[in-house]
């Protein structure tokens, strides 16, 4: 038969500390244990924080999934051709005389 372990024995100072604590703030213990473990809500404070570690877990999942397919980088490439002809078009625009007429006529609309 296994021996049993001895039960740790807590320090009788800091539970009296506690208790003196408790009955100088007139709080019932009950009272204490409700306030704590449920939200004004009424939902638990434990069920909300799980909550937002699953939504948290699902939208790093989401992000790493993102990265690591590559798609950021293709896309960005993509914005960046696309960035680089418009400054070509708008070059060649501006150095027209009627876009730059066209542009004063905007301007001083």
Known sequence: MPE???AKVLPIAD???DLAVLRAS????????????????GTSIVA????NSYEYTRASRIAIKLHDSGK?????????RL???LEELSEVLVS???????????TNA
Not at 48 to 51: D, H, P
Not at 96 to 106: A, G, T
């Open 83 to 85: 960035r680089s002809k």
């Open 48 to 51: 909300k924080s799980v909550a």
């Open 26 to 41: 007139d709080t019932e213990i009950p009272e204490a244990l409700l306030k704590s473990n449920v939200s004004p809500s």
């Open 96 to 106: 027209q005389d009627w876009f730059r007429s066209y542009l004063k006529i905007l």
């Open 72 to 80: 950021v980088d293709s896309e960005g490439g993509k914005i960046d």
């Open 4 to 6: 049993k372990t001895p």
């Open 15 to 17: 539970i009296l500390r």
